[in-house]
């Protein structure tokens, strides 16, 4: 092997998530002869609405004569102009805002978006200081571990624990006595809805984020790849916030085109141009192809529509038979969900879990049923924090069949659990 740099050696490790994903992929495929309930996919369902609506814009494009022009060339790396101008109309309209064409980028999927900005922002100066990366919020999206050339530029936050009154519901809150953001900090960046917990920060929370960043002139990232108008996957009120050091990021991978690899940065002018120099040098721009095919779902309003009358019921339905099979199968120990107020995922925490997550996460592996251990959503916090090694995370994408026996077979593992403890 050739000697790696410090970057080359960053990254060829797989970060978080994706180191597990080896083990579930081996364990799926070594029980040929047995049938996992696998609770752990990242990837969203194929729902038939959805995969019709490609297909129909995927017509529409293949009988035009802008076909040849979309695939047989270069265009810009700033984002295919037709595209870029829906995304626009759509957002002006619906949100009342200006937004030109200097203030967009298209990306190929968010987390390149995230990579750019991250290493654009976060990292060494060139008088040598540090400037951080600030994930406001710890646990939050696991790709995150992996965003930057400068590992030690990640720092998260630990979060406040509200506990309601409704037993066994809580939710995290960001911690704004601990929270900092000053002149060391290049860029904040939190996902809204949050893959792994389904949080949903306030239109306050956010307000505050941005106003402790502006002073400072810090870009705040806001990852909106479970927010409206698509895959609209919140499922309570929340309304997308802009502000002049707000960039809104959207991925179009949870409304059905992760293939394609399309996330878009909407935002400040001279950040995008940031931004969109490093794309080019990077990889010049993203496949024209799904941003053709965008371009008629977001124009037509069939996306923001199919998003609203198909996928968030979708998500919110699974959502729902989990807290009520929760309800009903848990033992009395201290389990806690998190509130679901968006994505694909359910989190939740063990209070005092006897065991760590990833012994929690095996046994629960040998009774056939598979879930991701928590551990791996706390990117760049520092503190040695018992509650990292409580949680898991459960993933809506399976048939409500699963869900119910899987969380019942759950239920007899944790209980078996706390009383040998
Ligand atoms: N951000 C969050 C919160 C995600 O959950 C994901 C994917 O699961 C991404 C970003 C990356 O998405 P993309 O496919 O747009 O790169």
Redesign the pocket.
């Known amino acids: 092997n050739p000697a790696l740099t410090q970057f080359g050696d960053q990254m060829s490790h797989l970060t978080g998530v994706r180191a597990i994903m080896k083990d579930i992929i081996e364990t799926l495929r070594g029980g040929k002869d047995r049938d996992f309930i696998n609770l752990s996919a990242?990837n969203p369902v194929i729902l038939p609405e959805v995969e019709n609506l490609w297909r129909d814009c995927t017509a529409d494009l293949m009988a035009s004569s802008e076909y040849g022009e979309v695939v047989c060339r270069y265009g810009s790396s700033q984002g295919y102009e037709p595209f870029i101008e829906a995304v626009l109309a759509d957002f002006n309209q619906r949100y009342g805002l200006s937004l030109t064409d200097r203030n967009i980028l298209i990306t190929p999927?968010?987390?390149?978006l995230?990579f750019f900005a991250a290493n654009a922002l976060g990292g060494y100066t060139t008088e040598g200081n540090l400037r951080e990366i600030v994930l406001p919020l710890s646990p939050d999206?696991t790709?995150y571990g992996g965003v930057s050339l400068v590992p030690e530029a990640l720092r998260a936050y630990r979060p406040a624990i509200e506990i309601g009154k409704e037993p066994h519901r809580f939710k995290y809150r960001p911690d704004f006595q601990q929270l900092e953001i000053n002149q060391n900090t290049g860029l904040v960046l939190f996902?809204r809805p949050?893959?792994p917990t389904g949080n949903v920060l306030t239109d306050e929370e956010v307000r505050r984020i941005a106003e402790l960043a502006a002073p400072h002139n810090v870009p705040v990232l806001v990852?909106s790849?479970?927010a409206p108008p698509f895959p609209a996957l919140n499922f309570t009120e929340m309304t997308p916030m802009f502000g002049s050091n707000i960039i809104h990021c959207i991925?179009l991978?949870k409304a059905g085109l992760?293939g394609e690899?399309l996330?878009v940065a909407l935002g400040d002018a001279g950040v995008i141009q940031v931004l969109q120099s490093f794309q080019t040098n990077l990889c010049i721009h993203s496949s024209r192809y799904g941003q053709a095919i965008a371009t008629r779902a977001i124009a037509s309003g069939a996306l923001a529509d199919i998003s609203e009358t198909v996928i968030r019921p979708h998500y919110g339905n699974k959502f729902t038979i989990l807290e009520e099979t929760l309800d009903a199968a848990m033992p009395e120990v201290p389990w806690f969900l998190h509130r679901g107020e968006g994505s694909i995922f359910a989190w939740l925490w063990f209070q005092d879990l006897p065991i760590s997550d990833w012994e929690l996460y095996q046994a629960l592996k040998a009774h056939g049923v598979i879930v991701v251990p928590g551990s791996p959503f706390f990117p760049g916090l520092r503190d040695d924090w018992e509650h990292t090694h409580q949680c898991i995370r459960m993933s809506l994408t399976a048939s409500n069949d699963e869900i119910v026996t899987g969380l019942r077979h759950l239920a007899k593992v944790v209980q078996a659990v706390y009383q040998s403890a």
Not at 109 to 112: D, I, T
């Open positions: 990242g999927g968010s987390q390149a995230y999206y790709g996902s949050c893959n990852d790849a479970y991925s991978s992760p690899r996330g």
